[in-house]
């Protein structure tokens, strides 16, 4: 974000300096604004899809394969859906995540307070065996895989040779990445014996 002057994007865009001040103030503002566009739909999206998932659950606990699948759809439709961004948004979201910039950290935190909160719950149901806490640092854990993977990293070059296509499908990254997700999230709880023995193994 630092990195990109206001005058850069609009000689990009074809458009005129004063026009997006006018419109938006600031640099932050029109970023909001974008991000704002998008995120909002497809969080409202997911929180929808859960919904759905429980109903049709009919009061018995919902999966954690079901619960992750109904976060990760929405990001599905978007990377498939040029009219709204496409696979640019998402490269552009997971930048956002991983930015260190103050305001981000603040505005994404917001945007995806309810829908953080909603599924919260429903993995708290799904992984009795996980605490408040624990859960809360495997969600953040899942949403640096997703952020990694969505911002179209060139890293995976040094693991794999990969082609220019298997790099660019995103529908194939996420469902790589989903039974990784699952994996974790399903792992039993950290307890202290465990701690000692992975530090005693390693050291």
Wanted: hydrophobic letters at 45%.
């Amino acid at each position: 974000f630092e990195a990109t002057s206001l005058r850069s994007l609009t000689t990009a865009a074809g458009v005129n300096l004063a026009a997006v001040h006018y419109h938006f103030g600031s640099k932050e503002e029109l970023f909001q604004a974008v991000l704002t566009r998008r995120l909002d739909p497809m969080n409202q999206e997911r929180i929808d899809l859960l919904a759905k998932v429980e109903r049709e659950a009919g009061g018995k606990p919902v999966t954690c394969e079901k619960i992750l699948s109904a976060m990760l759809i929405p990001a599905l439709r978007l990377a498939r859906d040029e009219k709204r961004g496409g696979k640019n948004f998402l490269r552009l979201l997971g930048r956002a995540y991983a930015d260190p910039a103050p305001f981000i950290r603040h505005f994404l935190s917001e945007q995806y307070a309810e829908m953080i909160a909603r599924y919260k719950e429903a993995f708290l149901v799904a992984l009795p065996h996980l605490t408040r806490q624990e859960l809360t640092w495997r969600l953040h854990f899942v949403m640096g895989a997703l952020s990694y993977t969505l911002a179209g990293t060139d890293a995976l070059k040094l693991f794999t040779q990969m082609t220019q296509m298997e790099r660019e499908d995103d529908e194939l990254l996420l469902q790589r990445l989903a039974p990784f997700l699952v994996a974790g999230l399903k792992a039993p709880a950290l307890g202290n014996s465990r701690r000692l023995e992975l530090v005693s193994g390693g050291l």
